[in-house]
């Protein structure tokens, strides 16, 4: 059932969230003190192209905070923004809840994506 959820997301908008994503982690790849962050935005937008199935579990200390922090400020506003009006405009109709919940959990994802561990459910 997550393969046919997974396949409906990409074109309910799950393929431009994912682009987004991977064009994140190619940007903050561009430098060598970025590459940390590029690899974790290419993780995640594996994520972002099939997120039924997969949940969230936060576990970070003070070096994901600080990341984090930096994240939020350079790349991660604009990606929880898009990600969140995505969500909200698929919640208008009642078929596209549940892909509004998935965009919902990657607005929050793109909040703080570092010391997030995603895990099949």
Known sequence: MSFLGDLLWLVCGGLLSGL????AGLF???TIVGIP???QCIKLSGMSFAPFGKEVRYE????????NI???FF???????????LGCLL????VGIPFGMQFFKLAKLSLA????VVENA
Do not use: D, K, Q, Y
């Open 113 to 116: 994506p570092f010391g997030a």
């Open 91 to 94: 919640c208008i109709t009642v």
């Open 60 to 67: 970070g200390g003070a070096g994901s905070f600080l990341v």
């Open 75 to 85: 790349s991660g506003l604009e990606l929880a923004l898009g990600n969140f009006f």
């Open 70 to 72: 930096l994240w939020f």
């Open 37 to 39: 962050i590029g690899i």
């Open 20 to 23: 987004g994503w991977l064009c």
């Open 28 to 30: 903050w790849c561009i």
